[in-house]
């Protein structure tokens, strides 16, 4: 749920949803390649007793990789002016778009689509609503004009129960579910260069949290298997809760309405609230990760900021300053500027997705 403006009020995030139905309805196209900011070129140090050589081994022998390698080794480096204490050694990542796949729309919004095409037969008056026959229909020109409406089913369609039951739909349909284009399940679409970055950051004593613009909700009944991130390292969009007593039991209810949006501004946000100290290293992918990395690279000592550029529409998509989604134009404009180092998906990595799983293993 990426590219909202900053400041934007809870309201927004349920507008973005509508547009993004939107997105679904039209016909999934990359949009124009950029060259990327150059990035500084660095020496390639050892890391935790792992040769630079074996290290990342997903990533190609560049810039990029050189970079990460630099800075893991000079925060990790005992009696250096860089060092980093491990308490203080926090990475924070974007998830769509920069952990795992986002088009032709972030997965939870594919998600809450079919949840309200599931729950449309006990909603027989759905029938007369034209944003659903629009949505039913892929008319993507009626669903414009009806957004406001497609918003309102939407959350509708995605409250009124208990948060154990949304949590078991979500791992039902992410059984099930697979990508409309590439055909595997949604949650075989995590990066494998960045699964060994996580791997390369834990292992030196740092800390990783995710910080979407999705919720933690929908993130947490998938993501800590993915990544080997603590459930409770998720900072995300929240919706509306209440709490109630069903058959006797305390539950928690989910309501129409978002409480906080984690995008954009937001983020640093979220962060403070959550972790409480800025971290020292953020990647992303997106205008909606624009302050969030502003925000990790502006404290004092030793930062580093990275953005994915999607460039790639051979294995996986193409999209950047045009993008109706997930555009990054105003953080690659900053990139150069800022220091931040601009990963290239063409150029800097050897592979985007691990191998498909052995008989669904």
Not at 16 to 38: F, K, V, W
Not at 79 to 88: I, Q
Not at 235 to 251: C, F, H, M, Q, S
């Amino acid at each position: 749920m990426h590219d909202r403006q900053s400041g934007a009020r809870p309201r927004g995030a349920w507008q973005r949803l509508a547009g993004l139905a939107l997105c679904a309805c039209m016909t999934l196209g990359a949009c124009a390649s950029h060259e990327p900011p150059a990035t500084t070129q660095a020496t390639q140090p050892a890391t935790a007793g792992v040769p630079a050589a074996a290290a990342l081994p997903s990533w190609q022998d560049g810039a990029a990789r050189a970079a990460i390698l630099k800075f893991v080794a000079e925060v990790t480096q005992q009696g250096a002016p860089t060092y980093v204490p491990p308490e203080a050694r926090i990475a924070v990542f974007d998830n769509d778009g920069t952990l795992w796949s986002e088009q032709p729309m972030p997965f939870q919004a594919l998600f809450m689509i079919d949840r309200l095409k599931a729950a449309a037969p006990q909603h027989p008056e759905w029938r007369r609503n034209p944003a659903f026959k629009a949505l039913m229909a892929h008319d993507s020109a009626a669903l414009a004009k009806h957004q406001k409406a497609l918003l309102q089913l939407l959350a509708v369609a995605n409250s009124g129960m208990s948060t154990d039951e949304y949590d078991d739909s979500i791992r039902t349909w992410l059984a099930s579910a697979k990508h409309p284009s590439l055909d595997r399940p949604y949650t075989d679409l995590v990066y494998q260069p960045q699964l060994e970055l996580l791997d390369l950051l834990k292992a030196n004593g740092f800390t990783v949290w995710i910080v979407s613009g999705g919720t933690a909700e929908f993130m947490r009944v998938w993501a800590s298997k993915a990544y080997g991130i603590a459930p409770e390292h998720m900072v995300g969009t929240e919706e509306k809760l209440t709490y109630a007593t069903r058959d006797g039991k305390p539950v928690l209810i989910r309501e129409p309405g978002i409480d906080f949006v984690d995008d954009g501004a937001g983020k640093p946000v979220g962060i403070f609230r959550a972790i409480g100290q800025r971290p020292i290293l953020a990647f992303g992918n997106s205008d909606g990760d624009r302050e969030m990395l502003e925000y990790v690279t502006g404290g004092a000592g030793p930062s580093l900021g990275l953005l994915l550029h999607h460039d790639d529409a051979a294995r996986e998509f193409a999209y950047d300053r045009n993008a109706g989604s997930a555009r990054l134009d105003k953080a690659w404009d900053e990139a150069q500027s800022r220091g931040w180092v601009v990963v290239s998906m063409k150029q800097d990595w050897k592979t985007v997705y691990p191998a498909p799983k052995a008989n669904g293993q």
